[in-house]
């Protein structure tokens, strides 16, 4: 991103700053070009060159460095506040997903690859430099209130509580045994010679399905919830590409107890895009027509089905089918912050200059990048989840936490269930607000 931010564009960074502390207290000392005599004033220098990856100050990117001092801002013997950077233009740079937009690099999924980003490059996934950029102008403002008897008042966004939880759970399948998995087990176990030997490893394979059904285990979840007060989000998934798709029917009679029971237990359901829904306005429809017709409430809430998302087609088929809120923003590669901003925002339309009224709720942590993406064991996961969890601390944020029904099943994975709640207590122990879309009322968002 090589040229100064517009209007449209500074506004866009500086309506998500003022959510942090009281912003329109200050904006008439705003000084954005230096031809200005006002006094005292702020001044936020504009970069013009396109960002640097290779400037840090105490160990912080600076994407868009403007003067070779290593400090982010000073005061002049009037007292008046200077940006030495252009803060502002990093931050869009980050929120807006300006990377994502610029290029045309899609792994196999359609997906914006991790290891396309800025973020892969700087090993910045799990430091939330907007927040980090926010924090470093509202200590400076904060100075220049003193300075000038101004009242600086910080804001929170969770009420008496330090940070968020956002659990979320897709139901992508609800049966252990399919006739797909049925057909694999047989051809493992055709595989040994003579027939007797055939013949017991099939019985082996398939005396699995006397066992229960372990991916239906929505009782047992919503159990856990309830001993740490959670409510939680359920995104529930139509069928539609063989293998892809949901293997269940939203239609099923089991389907719709268990989405009532969800609903009764005071948790929140949202629609899950199918595979093609991603681009596809038929597709998106039919989801959310599907889900609409099985939630009790209003369905307000989407998350797509392998986080394929592109940007802002996605966002715009939500819009379309009045979708507030959409909470598929993660890399599926790498745990952290995509947008490098720990808090629920407002997506930006390159395209058409403006600020989307969808809300964000970003995806930071889901059990699959731990432990298959990034190859991470129990201890590992837990270190990097309570890192963030630290980090969601300190600025306030939020954590975005997406564990699949079908991944607490001890045969695949041993001691999972502990191994779950003893996260969700680590992290309730920090105590986070309890975010669900449906109860929003309150909060400046
Ligand atoms: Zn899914």
Redesign the pocket.
Known sequence: MKDKLNTEQREYVLYHLSRHFNLPAFSSFFLFEKNDTRAPFVFFPSSNKPHNENRRIEDIPVLYPLASEDRFFHFDSNNNLIFDHDLLKGAFYLLSGYQEWQTGERDARGRFPFTASIHYRLNIAEMPLVNIYFDIISRALELFAKKHGLVFQKKSFWGNHPFALFLTH?I?RVDRWISAEVKRRIKIAQKHRGLRQKLSAIFHELNFFGRNNSFWNFDRMMAVEDALNIKSTWFF?PGGIKHIDAYYDLKEERIKKLARKIADNGHHIGA?GVYNSMTDPAEMRRTLREVRQLSPADVIISRQ??LRFRYPDTLKLLAENRIEMDSSWGFAEHCGWRNSYCHPFHPFDLNQNRMLPILEIPLNAMDVTFMEYMGLDEKGTREHIMKMVHVCKKYGGIFTLLWHNNHLNEEDHPGVWDFYKTILDDIIRENPYIFTPGAMKGLPL
């Open positions: 897709d992508d998934l899950h089905h392998w």
